[in-house]
């Protein structure tokens, strides 16, 4: 059985970490990126009828301005994010089990919605959304990439993919578990295998990984 390599931020490395070693995987972490927040002023809120969350991490590093926010519902892509809004005191209305396109076709049209975001975000370009940019992932310079031999990669983001990439060398024994086909995309070719989740979540995610971690055979 290989290895598998985990190369997305904490805390949702360390998340990452436990489930993987919950399915019996043995793992290797190497983040790429140190998520930290990014000053922001706060809009009115009364101008708005939801916040719209891509991402828990605008729950963590959004600061003591998501107070004047906890009166609107939010709609969340992801349970994971959901669940760090209610743990930080918000009432969550929408939890979307894809990405954010597949969120906002569930809300009703006419609502207007902040989105507190990352810097590397989606743009959809949906007029109901107005965007604050509250944390951004810096990248490690040099994070110490271990020998991309007899592994596989789980890679989270196209970010990580196209970091991923500019790190590696030779990599041909090495496998790509991919979180969406742009994810998959941005890691560049010259990989053993590339294959991507059925779900772009972390537990799709994981047992794409786990299945070629039992399934591609060390060279």
């Known amino acids: 059985m290989r290895k598998l390599l985990l190369i997305r931020p904490e805390p949702g ?8 070693h919950a399915m019996g995987l043995e793992v290797t972490c190497c983040p790429l990126f140190l998520v930290e927040p990014v000053a922001w002023e706060a809009p009115d809120p009364a101008q708005f009828d939801g916040l719209m969350l891509t991402s ?3 729950v963590r590093h959004g600061g003591p301005q998501l107070e ?10 992801g349970a994971a994010t959901a669940a760090a809004a209610r743990e930080a005191g918000f009432g969550v209305e929408t939890i979307g089990a894809g990405d954010v396109v597949d969120l906002l076709g569930d809300i009703p049209p006419g609502l207007r919605l902040l989105h507190l975001a990352g810097e590397d ?15 951004r992932s810096a990248t490690i310079a040099d994070p110490q990439l271990p020998p991309l031999e007899n592994l596989v990669v789980a890679v989270h ?10 790190l590696a060398k030779a990599h041909d024994a090495t496998s790509i578990a991919a ?4 994810a998959a995309d941005a890691s560049g ?3 053993e295998r590339v294959e ?8 799709s995610l994981l047992a794409l990984a786990a299945r070629l971690c039992h399934t591609s055979s060390p060279k």
């Open 13 to 20: 490395l360390s998340a990452s970490a436990v489930h993987a």
């Open 157 to 166: 983001s196209p970010r990580a993919g196209q970091r991923l990439a500019e």
């Open 121 to 135: 975000h989606r743009s959809t370009g949906d007029p109901r959304v107005d965007r604050r940019i509250v944390y």
């Open 179 to 182: 979180i969406s086909t742009a």
């Open 189 to 191: 070719s010259g990989w």
């Open 68 to 77: 004047f926010f906890k009166t609107l519902p939010v709609h969340a892509v």
């Open 196 to 203: 991507v989740a059925g779900e772009p979540n972390d537990n």
């Open 56 to 58: 828990a991490n605008a």
